[in-house]
């Protein structure tokens, strides 16, 4: 069983940066890695994932948003950069053997209990 923490969430400017860590209990080697966002009264959308040597990046977050991870660590980072308002959201962490597609949420079977961004104007 694979247990998912968040860190690294609050409220940055516009603009601005944050890095979001998932720590993972157990190894990840092997799973697919990814972060979703849910912001208020909308569902969860999926922002990026990776999976031992590839990166796969939601149209909206290309360029800015870069994930990465550290097997040895158990742990997966999320370099948001160039923030803008429509990040504002819960970012959850996810692991999958296997998702697929990626995108859904329902393909993904660990979660975190989520942080939160706020980027402000």
């Known amino acids: 069983q694979v247990q998912l923490v968040e860190s690294g969430g609050g409220l940055v400017q516009a603009g601005g940066s944050l890095r979001l860590s998932c720590d993972a209990s157990?190894?990840?080697?092997?799973?697919?890695m990814g972060w979703f966002r849910q912001a208020p009264g909308k569902d969860r959308e999926y922002v990026t994932s990776?999976?031992?040597?590839?990166?796969y990046y939601a149209d909206s977050v290309k360029g800015r948003f870069t994930i990465s991870r550290d097997n040895a660590k158990s742990t997966v980072y999320l370099q948001m950069n160039r923030l803008k308002l429509e990040d504002t959201a819960v970012y959850y962490c996810?692991?999958?053997?296997?998702?697929?597609?990626?995108?859904?949420?329902?393909?993904?079977?660990?979660w975190g209990q989520g942080t939160q961004v706020t980027v402000s104007s």
């Open positions: 157990g190894r990840t080697t092997g799973y697919t």
């Open positions: 990776i999976t031992s040597n590839t990166t």
């Open positions: 996810a692991a999958q053997v296997l998702a697929t597609p990626r995108t859904s949420p329902t393909n993904w079977g660990h």
